[in-house]
Structures are given as C-alpha cells and as structure tokens.
C-alpha cells in the first residue's frame, strides 16, 4: 500500500514534469511560464523518488482495512462520487434524497431513520441554500 | 500610544452590532465543531467561507476567525470529559484533563481551560498589536528575493516540523506547488495545465481542496471505525469552581503557556498543536512534583490550553503583515481576504485599519464570549455529542459538497473535493499530515512570481538571492531548523555515541 502510493507520486510527478517541458521556458533574466513548473517538477520527481526509495528500505506495516470497516468505506467513497456523477442529471433534492438514504442506510441506519433523514435533508437543504442564499443547484430533470 | 488609539478604534469596529453578531456566531460554531470529532475548524472554516460572501469583509474575517480560535475550547471540553479530543489542539489536554475528571475535578479543569484560553487570548491580542505593526514596518522593506526566500524557509520548517517523515511532506509540499501552477500564471497570464478548460484557468480552487482532505477524510475514517456512543460525564455547576491551591498552581502554567502558544505561533508549522505539547513537556519538566502529572495535574490542563490559544493569535501575525499564511487555517483566512478584494500585508494596517483593528480587537471581544459561553452551557454542548454519528457524518459530508458547489457553481470543484477527499483519507492511513499540501498550494503562485521578479531584477543572476542580507538569514534559519536534527544525529554517530537516531514521532 505504501508502496503503491509511492509509485503512484512518482508517476503523478513523470507526467506534471512531462507536461511542464513544452511550456516556454525564456531566459535566465526573462523567465517565461515554463520555468518556475520545471523547477518544480524536477523537485516533485526528486521527492517522489525519495519516498519511493523510503518505502523500500523501511517497510512499515499500514494496517489492512478490512470486513465492515471496509465496506462502510467504500461505500461512502461511493455515494461520494455517485452524487457528483448524478447532480446534473437527476438534479440537487433527487441526488440528495438518494446520496443521505443510502449513506445511512449502508452505515447502519434503520429504513425509517434513513427515509427521514434523507426526505428532510434534501427538502431542508435545498430551500436553505437554493432559496433563502440562492445557490443556483441544479434541479434536474425532475423538477424542469 | 498610537497601537492604543488604534486598538480602540478596532474595538469601535468589532462592537458594531452586526460584527458582534458575526463574532458570536463564530465563536459559537467553532466551540460546536471544536467538540464534534467529525469535523474540525480548518473544514468548517472552509464550509462557511462561501457564506460570507455576501458579508461586509470585517465582518466575514471575524466570523471565521471567530471559528479558528473558538474551536480550541471546544476541542479541551471533550478531551478533559469524555477523553476524545474534538481536534488534533486538544490532544495532550486529554493526558491530565480526563485524569481530573476521574478524580471528579471535571470542573475544575474545565473552568481553568477556559480562563487559561481567555488570558492567553488577551496576552496574544497585545503580541499582535506589537509584533504585527512592528513586522508590516519591516516588511516594506521586504522585496521579491525575501518574499522567494520566505515563502521557501516557511515550506521547509513546515515540512520538517508536521511530523512524521520529512520525505513523505516534502511530497506534500511539491504536490501542492504543482497544483499551484494550474491555471493562468502570475506574471503573462499563459495557461498552464488547463487542458483547454475555461474553470481550469482559474487555477484549483483552495476551498475544496481544504474541505476534501480535512472534511471528507474525517468522515470516510468515521465511516471506517463505525459508530461508537459516547459516555458522558455529568458535570454539575457548583463543581465548577477550582480551589485557592488549584488555581495557585495554574496561574504560572497559564502565563507561560500564553507565551510559549505566542512565539510558537509565529513559526510556520502546525502551531496549535506543536505549542500544546511543548507546554505540556515544560510544565511537566519545571514542576517540583512531576510524579503527579499522568495522574490529573491541573498544570497540564491549564498550560497546553492556554498554548493552544496563544497560538492562534500568533498564527495571525504572518498573515496580517506579511500577506503570507503558513497554517491551512490562515490559508483559508487568506482566501477570505482575497475574495473581498483585500490583499493582507503590509499596506493592510494603513488602507484598511477597520478591517485590521476590528479583526484584533474581535479576538478579544471573542474570547471574553467564549468565556461567558463555555462555562454554563458546558453540558449543553458536550450533548451534542449524543447525536448519531452516521447522521452526523452523512450531514457533514453533504454540507462539504453543497459548500463546494456553492463556491463558483461549478462541477469542477466537486470533483477537486471528491479526489481530495481520498486522497486526504489514504494519507491518513500512510500517517502523512497534507497540511504542507495545503500551504504549498497557497505559497506556490507567491513563490513563483517572486523568483521570476527577482530574476528579472538580477537581469538572470541567481546570486542576488545571497547578496541580500535579509534573503540569506531568512533562507539560513530555515535551512538550520530543516537540517539540524540530521546534522546533530550525524555528529552524535561520527563521535561514536549512541548510534540509534530516534525517530520523528508520527
């Protein structure tokens, strides 16, 4: 896992560098745009090698998640990213609806506690921030 | 006394009735998210910056400062009763604080928390009206190479001083100078990494960023430990009051952990919680009876909070006279800064004094508030924590996703919350703090913009950076801090002492 998330910081650092040599780069007394990323990629390549190399040398052990702890997780992360995915299609109050009942439900709320939650949470929300501060949320297609 | 005039105007300014409302209100949030373990001050901070747009920008400041140090009482009236620090600030308060609640003087320690918090408060509202004024005067002074030079001893004492291992935040760090480059550069406004987005130019947007790696983290390791209740200690009022001895032996601890929080605030770095266990570690060392401390010694309640207040205000000073956050949570005071059209810094004193007095003197009018508010309605608030915790948590990561949408109206920033919040959870897991990605991420377009400066005044020279006196102490001390546990642990082995380097603590 450490690891893993090493690599994944070098190659994150390969690609911000990659992208940063094409930028023009100027002259020493004019820098351009591309300078200042280069100086920066080259540090991000350097540190992720760094951590990369730590992770190698020194393992330390990051405790598994794993049976329910996992599962609550995952499935948070998922009503996380199911929410962004849904907003501009089904709109804020169905998207609210189904992201609090489903996040309780999967950490273990009762249906009643759940449906209510949810039923208030996005009525609730969605008169407080699209009415009284007037946030433009997205209505969906349900509600044009 | 021209700071004296000026504090009083600045008291003019935050006893206007809406400033003292807006005082209130943060302060009364703050003291709820200080107890919530979900959420802590940085993501609240965060959560209620769009709120504020429409607000005068005094008014906003001393809202959300008002949250920053209001959540450090808070944070100590959890760990002293029920020994679950509400933040990361209210730790070491737990060691002695839940200690005197076993031995039923709950009371007591909370009530000296409380005054420890409030004098510690004042004493850094006077350390700001002297350090601030005094460094804005310097910081005329100050030009690009010292504004490059700064900004790279403050990302350096950051990382070396977040814990754990310095590699893993000097990732940090320049993951949060790469997203710092996205979007129109300072200087030709050339676009960088935006893949032909138009929201992209506008760099990444702070706030989510902020809200995803402390909020939704927070929420995703709530959802991980699942759902605990909490037992609560009944505190009755008439125990609140500590003996003659009791605050006999606070009063010391108190006035030196407001000057230790002070100083420890104005070094980049996570001050608040640095400042605690440095107090903690030098009441228990001067005591004349360090065997009662771990068995409930008032000394180690009443230095630490004190600290973590002091701290706070120290925390302030670079940022009101140098226009330079070296904390997430004065990064997201920048940011409300920037959003009123203000630039903190040098000339902020001068063009805005309402702004600068009003948020000084709001620190103390908010403190004397949390004082009245914290000691009666002690058990009021501790019962928010009988709240469901998967209600909590559900609540909170919606307010994140509504506060980021909010931001700009913009599904970007929604993503950019999404992907911080697990990046922000797996970084917990590998014990990495993101607070120097946080810093990096604000400091990177002012690092840029002063390098290229100092390179167009050099006409290309890098050595002017070192012909500057100022430049080469800044660059100096920060390199020393950085380097300085290496070096000692490389002398101690080269002259064959022992050759274990103990090991940061994470």
Redesign the interface.
Known sequence: ??RL?ALA?LI??GV?LA??LP??RG???????????LL??V??CA??A??LV?TIRRRTV?AP?AG???T??L???A???G??LL??WIGYPAA?FL??AG??RA???SWL?SLA?AVA?AAG?YYL?ASI?S???PRGVFLD | MGALENLGFGFGVALAPANLFACFVGVLIGTLVGILPGIGPVGAMALLLP?TFALEPATALIMLAGIYYGSMYGGSTTSILVNVPGEAASVVTAIEGYQMTKNGRAGAALSVSAVGSFLAGSVGVIGIVLFAAWLADQALRFGPPEYFAMTVSGLLLLSRLSGG?V??S??M???G??LG?VGM?P??G?R??TFGSVQLSQGIELVPVIMGLYG?AE??AI?????KKANIEHVRLRELFPTRAEWKLSSWPIARGSVVGFLTGLVPGPATVLATFVAYMMEKKISRTPERFGKGAIEGVAGPEAANNGATAGAMVPLLSLGIPFSPATAILLGAFVIHGLQPGPLLMAQRPDVFWGLVASMYVGNAMLLVLNLPLVGLFVSVLRL?Q??L???V??LC??GA??LN?S?LD??V??AS??VG??LR??AVDPAPLVVALVL?PI??KS??QT??MA????TDIFARPLSVALLVIGLAVFAGPALVAVGRRARGGRAAVPEAPR
Not at chain 1, 27 to 37: I, L
Not at chain 2, 223 to 227: P, Q, Y
């Open positions: 896992m450490e998330a910081s994150a650092a911000f992208g940063a930028l023009p002259v020493a007394a004019r820098p351009g745009p591309g300078f200042y990323p920066v990629g540090f991000f540190t992720a760094g951590f730590e990051v998640v329910d702890a996992r609550r997780v499935v948070t992360a009503a996380l990213v929410f962004v907003l501009p609210t992201f609090v996040m309780l950490l273990g709320a506690l939650t949470a929300s921030f501060l946030v433009p949320l | 709120s291992s590699v893993r000097l990732v760090v320049a993951i100078l790469a480059t550069e200087i030709s050339f960088r990494f939704v929420v995703l959802a991980e430990s699942g759902i469901p998967h209600v948590a559900t609540l990561l919606l996703l509504v949408y909010s109206n599904l929604l993503w919350l999404a919040g697990l959870y797996g897991k590998l990177g690092m840029e390098l290229r390179l167009f006409r290309g020279d890098w």
